[in-house]
């Protein structure tokens, strides 16, 4: 074999890289790592295993990566390149799609949507201020700003379902690649929730690196990366990401819209709240 291209750098997968499954996570970079080897690539040995405020997070010296969609889209995709979108393990959407759960306790008088924007007093918990899956997919339903103004700030998704369980919010929207996991490492917890609705399907997660990397090596890395993620024998037990699939970049110009989603705000609601934030910020 001809000698390899090193490429050193940042390599992360933050999005679902809860603690419980960094096994996951260090298999899928092994396999991108091997296919990056067969097309001249050297990638860093390991991914890092490190907590990020991951819907806004980026910085210099990345390789690879993962981020939600709006933020990547509106922010970064000038200098964070696409090289494929997630394909998460949930019935009912796409290869490169997903989509979120309105979640609320089982005991809720909350019963739709249209209950979370006109009932008086009830609390949001959410894991970032940008995100899509967290609050960007509600905007067209209700005044999500005054939500988060006296909201419960997480800092990760599986947060937000703790803080619903534990009556510190009302309801949440989860992203259901991460319910699907938190589902599979405490199933009794699950018991105590109901899924209230489930928001529209939107591209998943990009797969990016560094603008800076060298024309032809990003598509060989983005070669790799679809080389390794795809086929049957990439899922892995109770892991809700199973690959990637090229989307290109036009399917993400939908967040735009979402954001601009804003309904009239509803009169005679306090704007005032209580802010907590979690040190683990894994989740989008």
């Known amino acids: 074999m001809a000698s390899l291209t090193k490429i050193r750098g940042r390599a992360l997968?933050?999005?679902?890289d809860w603690p419980e499954y960094h096994a996951q996570t260090d298999a899928l970079w092994a396999r991108i790592r091997e296919a990056a080897r067969d097309d001249g690539l050297d990638l860093p040995t390991k991914i890092e295993?490190?907590?990020?405020?991951?819907?806004?997070?980026?910085?210099g010296g990345l390789v690879f990566s993962q981020l939600c969609g709006s933020p990547w889209y509106r922010h970064h995709r000038e200098h964070a390149r696409y090289l494929a979108s997630s394909v998460l393990a949930l019935d009912g959407a796409p290869a490169g799609h997903y989509y979120s759960h309105v979640i609320v306790r089982s005991d809720s008088s909350l019963n739709a949507l249209v209950d979370l924007g006109q009932k008086r007093g009830a609390r949001f918990a959410y894991n970032e201020s940008d995100s899509q899956s967290g609050v960007h997919c509600l905007r067209a339903y209700m005044n999500i700003d005054a939500q988060i103004a006296r909201g419960v700030?997480?800092?990760g998704h599986r947060h937000s379902i703790d803080a619903v369980l534990a009556g510190?919010?009302?309801?949440?929207?989860?992203?259901?690649?991460?319910?699907?996991?938190?589902?599979?490492?405490?199933?009794?917890?699950?018991?105590?929730?109901?899924?209230l609705a489930q928001t529209p399907l939107r591209p998943a997660p990009?797969?990016?690196?560094?603008?800076?990397?060298?024309?032809?090596?990003?598509?060989?890395?983005?070669?790799?990366?679809?080389?390794?993620?795809s086929g049957p024998d990439v899922s892995q037990a109770h892991y809700a990401f199973i690959g990637a699939v090229d989307l290109g970049v036009a399917p993400y110009a939908v967040f735009e819209h979402d954001l601009r989603a804003r309904p009239a705000p509803i009169e005679g609601r306090s704007t005032k709240g209580t802010f907590t934030r979690s040190k683990d910020h894994s989740g989008l």
């Open 206 to 229: 990009v797969l990016i690196t560094s603008a800076e990397l060298e024309g032809g090596v990003a598509r060989r890395l983005q070669r790799a990366v679809l080389n390794a993620l």
């Open 49 to 59: 295993h490190r907590n990020h405020n991951v819907s806004a997070w980026m910085e």
């Open 168 to 195: 510190e919010a009302d309801f949440a929207a989860i992203d259901a690649c991460s319910f699907r996991l938190y589902d599979a490492l405490f199933p009794a917890r699950v018991n105590g929730l109901r899924i």
């Open 13 to 16: 997968l933050p999005l679902y």
């Open 153 to 155: 700030h997480s800092g």
